[in-house]
């Protein structure tokens, strides 16, 4: 079974920087595709960013891309969302996933159905 948990969520000002970390626990031998998903109160869940297990594919939300970078590091097994220039639409709790790479097309990964494995969620705050 394949764990994650979610780090680094926060209260931040407008325009400020905040750093999510997913540690992962997997079964040794197996790659997973990651994604980054968040959800604001009475709204549906979104897809904000995904990477291949290399990190040589990449997917931004248009309304994330050029503020939000995500990256991995497999050797410390965590995955990391940068979200800088912050907005207060980007309220939300958010969550990671995972996905075993054989599994999924990089052509879905936006779609949440698509992941089998959820972390708990953080909680991000912008405020003004």
């Known amino acids: 079974q394949v764990q994650l948990v979610e780090s680094g969520g926060g209260l931040v000002q407008v325009g400020g920087s905040l750093r999510l970390s997913c540690a992962v626990s997997?079964?040794?031998?197996?790659?997973?595709?990651m994604g980054w998903f968040r959800q604001a109160p009475g709204k549906e869940r979104e897809f904000v960013a995904a990477i291949s297990w290399s990190g040589g594919s990449t997917q931004y939300a248009d309304s994330v891309k050029g503020r939000f970078i995500i990256s991995r590091d497999n050797a410390k097994n965590t995955v990391y969302l940068q979200m800088n220039s912050l907005k207060p639409e980007d309220t939300a709790v958010y969550y990671c996933?995972?996905?075993?790479?054989?599994?999924?097309?990089?052509?879905?990964?936006?779609?949440?159905?698509?992941?089998?494995?959820w972390g708990q969620g953080t909680q991000v705050t912008v405020s003004s």
């Open positions: 997997r079964r040794t031998g197996s790659t997973y595709t």
């Open positions: 996933a995972a996905v075993k790479s054989a599994l999924i097309y990089s052509s879905r990964y936006s779609f949440p159905g698509e992941y089998d494995y």
